[in-house]
């Protein structure tokens, strides 16, 4: 046996040659096969002559023969009942790392069978994926028909149970949509583990190990399994081969590109390896097409399957028991099938997804692959008829938006309404947007489908809501556009609207109603939390572009889906709550023909005597002048009678500085009490951003006499919950160091960023274009800030403002994900709206001081 350096040092070289870049994009199976089976070959070389009284065997990726450049190398050492080998054992395991194998082990014997089928069948389910290698041949085989001969009836039901219960813990994870925009190759649905997961129900189900010795990996041998025994059609499983091949191949970049194991093909990762595979138009847009098309292929086929086995132990049905739904299609036990054998038209495959819809049904494999195969036909065409079946489904009074996503799953969807396909795979990268266009969309028809709050307004309205047809219809098309171009997608997609619904039949009404919502879908969300509640001047202007409060409760719908199904991490209490404040006010103004001042007049008037009651210490005096100087009528409606006495009583008092807190239901809610000053709203932030708050938003009011009172709901920076009452001590002796000159904020910001770097570096990293807009009301001009986020970013932005001369009266500060989205009502020094003559200085000021911290 050659020693165990020359080994190691030619396991290295030939490693780096199975994984050179060349042969990895040609073909990766071949690399993988042959990189797995020169492992084992290595492991028969250094075993040698001697007899083994135990059993080597592979498992996990290395039984499948698909590892990839730094793939676990897993091994089982199976011996017999009592025998203790553990010397030997560990003697050929310190001889394979000596050799540069740096295997993952663990020692069986037949006692484990039972042990893991008592205790742990995710474990168990493992026990199945072995391939020998070398060893006892005989201990192996003993192995084997006791690991079959524990497979009765009643533990076949429950590892099928088990193995989709531990598929929806790995979605709930890793993703449970083929069309995440940075997948985990392996564990997200549509990856690789989708595919094997199939296997593992094959190998219980048949009791016999697939035939291993084939010089194939496993997944090729079972695909042609899968083929032969005509559990699929040829055609589904050369695509099915086709498609996991691909994502082998992207797995096998990744390790080639971090030079580790790595699965999470991220941002960065697909622009390389759209250069590697040569996608030279739209790059790594059309490289993660390819992706989403081979993942949907594997989810697809692994979710026909999975119900296949759900429904394996169940009894049959007679076939008297089968209904005939028409000439073509029938039904027994909720499986829908094709009498005929042709091709199906546009129309009859319509007419099938809206039987599929009305008995909450599925099909059958046959109509399934022939759905599919129809739609590859070159010759389908949209007849007039297609239109109808259509119409009826989205009527329907459920399963809408899941019969729409396998539509989309099967290609119809993209035939049907050509302007679908470009939104098929069509990414818009950051932690803001979770899914492709396409899977977004449907998952916001599925979640207003899903509502079963009986005490949420959006459950209410839905319920209520005659006409469903218009608000599927809006949610179907308010993103058609973002392919051609994101900017403006709002406007491009309501002409778009237009036409399809005019190609599908619609009247005028209908289509003005769905082109209207797509055009404004984008508008509810703007005003609930980039702008003032409380401006009279913003809730004229957003109540004027409705004409009933029809429209206004399928936008109020369509939003909460729209941001709903963006990122399931992103919806939070407090946009529920705004969006919720925004269209009770809209409401009761469309309702009551109320302007904006009429409607906070009659909330916001108050009686002296009412806050006054509130403290022994005020007077009603006290209540009257110290509304009277303050201009903003809003203050009123911010906050409460009891509130407002605690004001007056700390103003009374003469402090430097009082800072009140208050718990709110997902927010600290913070008011802080001082003479103005310069600088003043940058250095709260900068005391809030060396505390570790997250500023929400912020609303300043100061006084005649300069007494400012500036409030803020903030949250913990780390745990995006409520401040520990604890560190309000702390807070507050910083805001008064800080309003005394005793603090150096710059000095307390670089160390603040300094204790987060690896925080910053992991979830703050994206890079992006700043932007900055003007909006002018008039009252104030409105400044738009979209940046990526960084630490401290809030007080750099108002310490450049304060430096422009701009006076900040109203900020509210909205986070997607790792993206910013501020927006300041401010002022010039002579408290003047801001002149357009200064919006390009003011916007390249901006810009850079945000760049500074990118």
Known sequence: MPEPADIKKLFK?????????????????????????????????????????FAIASSGSFSRRELSQYSDIDLFFIVENGKDLDPEINILVTQ???????????????????????????????????????????????????????????????????????????????????????????????????????????LIHHEEPLNKQKELTQSEIFIKVLAEEKITTEKECERLHNSYKFILTVRNLLHFIHKQRNDRL????????????????????????????????????KKSILKRYRIEFNYKLPDLLQIELDPEFTIKAGIISYQGKQFLNMASILKVFYHRAFHNARFDENLRTIIIDSIDNKEQRVGPGSAIYFRKLLALQKN????????????????????????????????????????????????????????????????????????????????????????????????????????????????????????????????AFRRNLNDPETLNSFVSIFDS??????????????????????????????LNELYRKAKSMIEEKLSGEDLLFTTTSILPHEVSKHSENISDLHVQEHINSINDITYLSHFS???????????????????????????????????????LLSKLCGVFAINDCNIHDAKIFTRKDGIVIDNFNVTDFRSHKKIDPERYKKLEENFYSVLSDLLQLNVEISNMKSRWWRIENRFLKKQGQVRIKFEEQEKFTIIDVHSPDRLGFLYQVTSKMYDLGLIIYFAKIA????????????????????????????????????????
């Open 13 to 53: 070289e030939k490693k780096e040659t199975f994984f050179s870049l060349r042969k990895i994009i040609e073909n990766s199976f071949q690399t993988s096969l042959e990189y797995s089976v020169f492992i084992e070959q290595i492991i028969i070389e250094i075993v040698g002559t001697k007899k083994l009284d």
């Open 96 to 202: 394979l790392w000596d050799s540069g194998i740096e295997i993952s082990h663990t020692v069986r014997d037949a006692s484990d069978i039972k042990k893991f089928l008592d205790e742990d069948l995710h474990s168990f389910t493992q026990l199945f994926e072995t391939r020998f290698i070398v060893g006892a041949m005989n201990v192996y085989d003993n192995w084997n028909q006791a690991l079959l001969d524990s497979v009765t009836h009643e533990v076949k039901e429950k590892l099928v149970k088990a193995l989709i219960e531990d598929a929806e813990r790995r979605y709930q994870k890793f993703g449970n949509s083929p069309k995440v925009i940075e997948p985990n190759v392996k564990q997200t649905a549509g990856g690789l583990r989708d595919l094997q997961l199939l296997e593992w129900l094959y």
């Open 266 to 301: 991220e941002f960065e990762d697909q622009i390389k390896i759209a250069r590697y595979l040569q996608h030279k138009k739209e790059g790594y847009r059309s490289f993660m097409k390819d992706y989403f098309h081979a993942s949907n292929v594997i989810f697809r086929l």
């Open 400 to 527: 809408v938006g899941n019969t729409l996503t396998t539509m989309n799953e099967l290609g119809v969807l993209e035939v049907f309404i050509s302007e679908f396909k470009e939104m098929n795979g069509f990414i818009q990268h950051g932690v803001y947007h979770c899914y492709t266009a396409d899977e977004h969309t449907l998952k916001t028809i599925s979640n207003i489908e899903k509502l079963d709050d009986v005490h949420s307004p959006f459950y209410q309205l839905f319920i209520r809501m005659e006409n469903r047809e218009i608000l599927y219809l809006a949610l179907l098309f308010h993103d058609i556009a973002k392919p051609i171009n994101i900017v403006g997608h709002e406007i491009i997609g309501a002409d778009m609207a237009r036409t399809i619904m005019g190609r599908l039949g619609y009247d005028d009404d209908e289509i003005d109603k769905v082109a209207f919502l797509v055009q404004n879908h984008l508008m509810m969300e703007k005003i």
């Open 549 to 578: 409060v029809e429209l206004l409760d399928y936008l109020y719908l369509l939003t909460y889906a729209d941001l709903s199904a963006v990122n399931p991490a992103l919806w939070t209490s407090w946009k529920y709550d705004l």
């Open 641 to 679: 009678e009891e509130e407002i006495a605690k004001h007056i009583e700390e103003i009374n008092a003469g402090l430097t500085v009082s800072v009140l807190f208050k718990e709110l239901e997902n927010f600290t809610n913070v008011t802080i009490i001082t003479n103005d000053s310069s600088g």
């Open 815 to 854: 986070t997607k994900g790792d993206e910013i989205v501020d927006a300041f009502y401010v002022l010039d020094r002579d408290q003047k709206k801001i002149s357009k003559n200064y919006y390009n200085f003011i916007e390249m000021q901006l810009t850079e001081a945000i760049n500074q911290i990118l």
